[in-house]
């Protein structure tokens, strides 16, 4: 069952970069607080613009509508769908084997390989030479969701009492990821039994997604309600992924979400979104911050580790 009259918070991200002293707290408050409770927040005034957004949309668009030969061109063989595309049905959801009705890219961060953060697990980056202006449009949505994502990690750190760069340089040169997806009408491709995106949790810390193209995103509430998510334009939809719940000692725990099949014939077309997952950097000690929590939470484990077990369990290392 799910309830449309059930809105997520939404909150302003210029009240906290800019706005006085209460605005600021007021955004901590209700931005923490939405994280905790709801696992997912609208922001608002997030500073980007919108031309970016669809800028981007449309390199995307001419990508997928690309031959399936020569999108296969861009698969990085043995790099786990890190980088670069992923085919239709590859990836599924953890605990189930019949494949998200999906394809994807991804651009990860542009790290010299004499950076302390380079992993040869993730890069470098591929471009598809048939869409010159994909690296250049991705690559600056890509800096721009980082900054305002590490804003975002700042007011957490305020809403915990803590240092302000506590979960902000667990993210700096990081091993953040934007996936650009293609969700193909179900009436040109189908798996019996697959669902655009199957219930899930994401692995990372958050992540921000621009407004997807049409609807079909859903949350699954603290008490068991699954709630449709508006994605509007002008807004970014913010979740909490399972290395925040970590970190946190589930005090923010991750939150159950899913793009569920189009209802009807009408509303079977095409959906394009944009998630950007926001992770530490591969050696970073995912341990125990001391918060609010009671007992002493799971061990500690590296970003690394942590995300290579979670893609053997979707699919993407075989
Ligand atoms: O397509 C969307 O709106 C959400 C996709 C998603 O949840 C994911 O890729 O983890
Ligand atoms: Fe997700």
Not at 3 to 31: M, W
Not at 144 to 151: G, I, M, Q, R, Y
Request: with cysteine; charged share 25%; proline share 7%.
């Amino acid at each position: 069952m799910s309830n449309p009259a059930r809105r997520i918070p939404l909150v302003n991200l210029a009240h906290y970069r800019s706005g006085t002293p209460q605005e600021r707290a007021r955004f901590v408050q209700v931005f923490g607080d939405a994280l905790k409770e709801f696992g997912f927040v609208s922001v608002e005034g997030h500073g980007i613009e919108d031309s970016l957004i669809r800028r981007t949309y449309s390199d995307v668009e001419r990508f997928f509508n690309l031959s399936e030969d020569k999108k296969r061109r861009y698969t990085v063989p043995g790099g786990a769908g890190q980088r670069g595309y992923t085919g239709y049905g590859q990836e599924h959801a953890k605990n189930r084997t019949v494949g998200d009705l999906k394809e994807f890219w991804h651009v990860g961060r542009e790290l010299n390989p004499t950076h302390p953060h380079f992993s040869p697990h993730y890069g470098p980056n591929v471009w598809p030479e048939e869409v010159p202006s994909f690296k250049e449009s991705t690559l600056k949505l890509f800096g721009e969701l980082d900054l305002a994502a590490s804003v975002m990690l700042h007011a957490l750190a305020e809403y915990f009492g803590v240092a302000r760069d506590t979960f902000s340089a667990m993210a700096q040169d990081g091993n953040s990821i934007l996936r650009l997806i293609h969700y193909p009408p179900l009436k040109e491709r189908f798996i019996p039994g697959g669902v655009r995106a199957a219930e899930h949790e994401d692995i990372n810390l958050i992540t921000l997604l621009c407004e997807g193209t049409a609807s079909g995103l859903e949350l699954l509430t603290r008490d068991g309600e699954w709630i449709p998510v508006d994605t509007l334009r002008g807004q970014i939809v913010v979740d909490s992924g399972d290395m925040l719940s970590r970190v946190t000692n589930n005090v923010i725990p991750s939150t159950t979400h899913r793009v569920v099949n189009p209802k009807s014939a009408e509303d079977d077309t095409t959906r394009y979104s944009m998630p950007f997952f926001v992770h530490p950097y591969p050696n970073c000690l995912l341990e125990t911050l001391p918060l609010a929590a009671t007992g002493t939470g799971l061990p500690p484990i590296t970003a690394d580790t942590f995300l290579q077990q979670r893609l053997r369990e979707i699919g993407l290392i075989k």
